[in-house]
């Protein structure tokens, strides 16, 4: 492993080299080298294709090992950028880690082949994995500080605890670690950027911002993207942050910088910003030649900024080495690389087999018995707060019971923080005894932050990427976020995030890094004025995310013993509540403990049937149910209803079992009927059950439009009892 020259040990003496000693300069330099050598090395092997892709850290060595030698690997927390050669070598990866990464092998640390090179990810060092989305990373850092803090005041909350997913979440805290997050001028103007600072500033967090400018994204140079060209003259108004703006080729500039921004930030005074001017000696990557846009003049000038070659010059000015032992030094860390290089190429390739290993958790099973506890579901004292509504055994909503179940596993799991907009009961805690208390716009999370504090319930921006990354941050820290979107039609800016982060966590890093956050999301329309905005639904859009669960009750009873399982398992959860089925008479339940739970992937045959099945969820239950009642009445027509309840994964066998019997399927559900759930659960009903049809598979869906806010046509958008009527008799006469 590569020695890391701790800050701590710099002695204040050497005049000419910034105070470091001749032994911390050299291997500053060393350290500097070696990346550019991996990077060389990587490009020969691209050119021979024996790799498939390469991006090099060429130009910012001596602003990333400055960085990396003021913090600490491995107590620390570092979410870099796809450049980061330099750092993560400083931080301890090593050259054969790396070169195994490139060659895609099984061994490959970071991801077992599955990401590109320098797709950094260690969980000894604690550099979390990173994706290929530029600024989504900032974000994470963010909730992985404000976890750490929240583990300092809160010690107790680390303790494992068999039964859930906190037995495979092992956490690790200090209370005075820094987080480092990375990213290049470039990536600044992605909206999350913002929304990171806010958070950091507004918070005071530990988090050290590093903007590598080269002056480049790809062939965009810097003017083009930021407005006066200079990113710090923009950000400099941000409360509580301790600024940089720097010369990044020169190493020990920038560790002199970066021992003043980790004091900063070890001292609890608030976040770093730290903007390193820095070159691209090489392209932005090798496919591309920035010949097509940069002229000579522009590429000599970074080319003479080279941080190696003025290292280089540097060392034999103030004596500490000769051309001699310089050649010397390189000679040595050729063979080091070529070694490594040798055994990268020698190793094992991941098996076919494996691939969906880690797409979710190896440990909790979320569809096993371990959550069935429906023998526990003796109707008992509420355990909700002021929206928990009546106490005692009587029929409660679903909104109640959500309440409840909430209420219940905070109380069980110091670990699980719940934000979102205004779920808070009031943010001024000097208004929380005055007032009722707001507790979400739907009143779900009611009572939260009464009972458990303002650390542990409190109101995010107006954000929905900032309420997501956080949430990523916060769980691979090992926390429960509970996060809730406000409405599933403003879920589209947290959509990157789910999408590329949040799911896709655990199986990009080889079951390094997993996220197991819940996300709660009112969803759905029959609400006659909702219009647009206030009634979408749009599951399929992810479903289709592999990694991600994805829950959508029907009821009260079910929302609570599948809310239960969402926050105790392992994966990350989009739990889905519908709306109008919030304080609906249909589908009350009496409260039904603290310990109860729904498996995953468990339908429930809510009317059972023999001339049709009808697969459904959501709000389409009751309606299904109104127009199967009438089916029976008028036409002799037994419908068996099959409540989905999880999407994904779903109970493929009740489908089958029922469609074996019936012979006849309709699928149903509220979403536009073109590219919907519908269409998978059908294609596959006419895949493998054909021999068992007796005519064909039906769906239902809302016309494809958006929901209109007048209601007769939102009633003509949205499917009603009476359009399932009509096809269930239609497909029993066929
Ligand atoms: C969200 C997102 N959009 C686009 C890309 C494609 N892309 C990869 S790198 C890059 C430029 C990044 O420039 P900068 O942030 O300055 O970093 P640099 O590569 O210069 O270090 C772009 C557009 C991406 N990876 N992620
Ligand atoms: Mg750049």
Redesign the pocket.
């Known amino acids: 492993m590569v020695p890391v020259v701790s800050s701590a040990r710099v002695p204040q003496t050497m005049a000419g080299s910034g105070g470091l000693s001749p032994q911390q300069m050299i291997e500053i330099y060393r350290l500097m080298v070696l990346s550019r050598r991996v990077d060389d090395r990587e490009i020969v092997l691209k050119r021979q294709q024996k790799t498939y892709f390469q991006?090099s850290a060429a130009g910012?060595e001596a602003l990333q090992v400055g960085a990396a030698l003021a913090m600490r690997s491995g107590y620390d927390w570092f979410f870099p950028?796809?450049?980061d050669r330099a750092l993560c070598l400083a931080l301890g990866v090593t050259p054969t880690e790396m070169l195994l990464q490139a060659v895609g092998a099984a061994t490959d640390p970071a991801s077992g082949g599955r990401q590109m090179p320098t797709h950094w990810s260690s969980p000894p060092h604690h550099i979390v994995s990173v994706s290929?989305?530029?600024?989504?990373q900032l974000l994470h850092a963010v909730g992985c500080a404000e976890a750490g803090r929240y583990f300092n005041h809160h010690p107790e909350a680390a303790q494992k605890n068999e039964g859930d997913y906190r037995a495979y979440r092992d956490v690790v805290f200090h209370g005075d670690e820094v987080v480092l997050a990375t990213?290049?001028?470039?990536?600044?103007s992605?909206g999350e950027f913002w929304e990171a600072l806010n958070t950091a500033a507004n918070r005071k967090l530990p988090v050290i911002f590093l903007v590598?400018?080269?002056g480049?994204?790809?062939s965009?140079p810097v003017e083009v993207s930021t407005p006066g060209g200079n990113i710090s003259k923009l950000v400099d108004n941000f409360p509580s942050f301790h600024f940089a703006e720097f010369d990044g080729t020169d190493p020990v500039v920038s560790l002199r910088e970066f021992e003043a921004a980790v004091a900063h930030c070890r001292a609890g005074l608030g976040p770093a910003f730290m903007h390193g001017h820095c070159v691209?000696v090489y392209s932005?990557s090798l496919s591309d030649d920035d010949k097509h846009y940069r002229s000579a003049a522009e590429r000599e000038a970074d080319i003479k900024r080279d941080p190696l070659t003025l290292m280089q010059m540097r060392l034999m000015r103030e004596g500490i080495l000769n051309p001699e032992q310089i050649n010397q030094l390189e000679q040595q860390l050729d063979l080091e690389v070529a070694e490594a290089a040798e055994r990268a190429l020698k190793a094992p390739m991941p098996e076919v087999a494996g691939i969906t290993d880690h797409v979710y958790s190896h440990d909790l099973d979320p569809t096993s018995v371990a959550f069935a506890t429906e023998h526990a579901h003796a109707p008992g004292e509420a355990g909700g707060g002021k929206a928990g509504g009546a106490k005692g055994s009587g029929p409660r909503t679903m909104a109640d019971l959500i309440n409840a179940c909430l209420h219940d596993e905070m109380r069980r799991d110091p670990r699980i923080v719940v934000y979102g907009e205004d779920v808070a009961d009031a943010s001024r805690d000097e208004a929380l005894d005055e007032v009722e208390g707001k507790g979400g716009v739907f009143k779900l999370t009611a009572g939260l932050q009464t009972e458990f504090g303002s650390e542990r319930v409190f109101n995010s921006p107006l954000a929905e990427a900032n309420i997501v990354g956080r949430a990523v941050g916060y769980a691979v820290r090992g926390m429960k976020p509970v996060v809730e979107i406000q409405f599933f039609d403003y879920i589209w800016p947290a959509y990157?995030q789910i999408h590329n982060e949040l799911a896709l966590m655990r199986w990009r890093s080889n079951g390094g890094w997993a996220s197991p956050a819940v996300i709660r999301v009112p969803i759905g329309g029959y609400l006659t004025g909702g219009s647009i905005y206030h009634s979408q639904c749009g599951e399929s859009l992810f479903t289709h995310i592999p990694g991600l669960r994805v829950v959508f009750p029907s009821n009260a009873f079910d929302a609570n013993g599948l809310l239960r399982t969402a926050i105790r398992c392992d994966d990350p959860v989009l739990f889905l509540e519908h709306k109008r089925l919030y304080r609906e008479t249909y589908g009350r339940a009496p409260y039904p403990g603290p310990d109860f739970a729904i498996p995953f992937g468990k339908a429930k045959i809510v009317r059972p049937g023999t001339h049709i099945t009808l697969v459904t969820y959501g709000a389409i239950v009751p309606r299904a149910m109104q127009a199967a009642q009438k089916a029976q009445r008028q036409n002799g027509i037994e419908v068996e209803i099959v409540d989905l309840r999880t999407l994904s994964p779903y109970d493929w066998e009740s489908i089958v079992n029922s469609v074996k019997k019936t012979s006849r399927v309709i699928v149903a559900h509220e979403d536009m009927l073109s590219w919907g759930y519908g269409a998978e659960i059908a294609a596959r009903i006419g895949d493998e059950l054909f021999d068992s049809l007796d005519a064909p598979v039906r769906r239902i869906g809302s016309m494809d439009t958006f929901v209109a806010y007048n209601p007769v046509l939102e009633d003509a958008i949205l499917p009603q009892p009476e359009t399932i009527l009509k096809a269930i008799v239609e497909l029993k006469a066929y």
């Open positions: 991006i910012h950028y796809y450049r290929s989305s530029t600024t989504t990213l290049g001028e470039g990536a600044t992605q590598e400018d080269n480049y994204a790809i965009t691209r932005h990157h």
